[in-house]
C-alpha cells in the first residue's frame, strides 16, 4: 500500500474556515449557503466553494434540499455523541487489527511523517488558520491510515456511513480557531495519544492501541459535555450549542 502526502489546497483552507464559521454560530440553523455570496466574502471562486460544500454535506454540518441548494443543519445532542462514540469505537477495532497484523514500512513512514507535521506546529507560540487547517489535515491522514492498513472492508464501509453523520469525522470536532489558547491545550493533548497509539501500533500491542484509538474521542465527548452543562455560560466558548437543540 502507498502512502501519499497532499499538499493543501484552496478548497482545504475554504472548508475550514466555513466549518469554523458554522461552528462559530456565525450562520444559524436553516440559514442558506449560496455558492456566489459564500465566494465572494471569502475572495474565492465559486468552484472550490462548491468542493467545500459537499464535504460539509457528507459531515453532516449542512444539507441540501431536492434543488441542490445548501442549508445549515440543526442537531440535537444525542446525535452528535452517538456519532463520536461510534467512530471510537470502529477506530479501536481498526487499530486493534493493524497492531495484530502488525505495522508495514509503508504505513509507518506515514504514521512517523503524520507526527512529524503535528510536532512541527506545536512549536509555534500560536497557531494560525493555516495552522489548523494543516493540522486537521494532517489528523484525517492518521486516522485514515490506521483505517486504511487494517484491511477490513466491512469496517471501512461502516466508519464511511458514519462519516456523514454531525460531527463524526476526525477532524469535525477540533476546537475553533476563536478560543486559541484552548484549542492548542487540547489539540496538543490529543496529539500526544497519536504519539502512543502509534507506539502501540509498532509494538504489536494490540489491546493498547484498541483501548487508545477508543479513548481518543473521550476529549470531544468531555468538552461536548461540559459545554452542554453550561450552555449559558460557554455560548461564547462554544458558539457550536447554537446549533444543538436538546
Known sequence: MKYTIRAMNRQD???MQLRDMILKGEFAPGHKLAEQQL?????????PVRGALMVLEQEGLIEANE???YAVRQFTAQEIMDAIQVRGHLEGMAARTVAEHGV????DTELQACLKVGDALFDKKSLSIQDYAAYAQMNDRLHNAILQACGNRALQRALALNDKLPFAQASAMLPMQGAAGLD???????????????DALRRGESARAQNLATE??????GNLRTALERREQMGDVAPALR????
Do not use: C, F, N
Not at 104 to 107: A, D, G, H, S, V
Not at 243 to 246: K, P, Q, T
Open 13 to 15: 483552507t475554504l472548508l
Open 39 to 47: 465566494a465572494e466574502r471569502l475572495g474565492a471562486s465559486r468552484t
Open 67 to 69: 434543488v441542490g441548494k
Open 104 to 107: 508495514t514500512r509503508q504505513l
Open 184 to 198: 492548542r491545550d487540547w489539540m496538543l493533548y490529543a496529539h500526544k495519544q497519536h504519539h502512543m497509539l502509534v
Open 216 to 221: 481518543h474521542i473521550e476529549v470531544p465527548l
Open 243 to 246: 446549533l444543538v437543540v436538546g
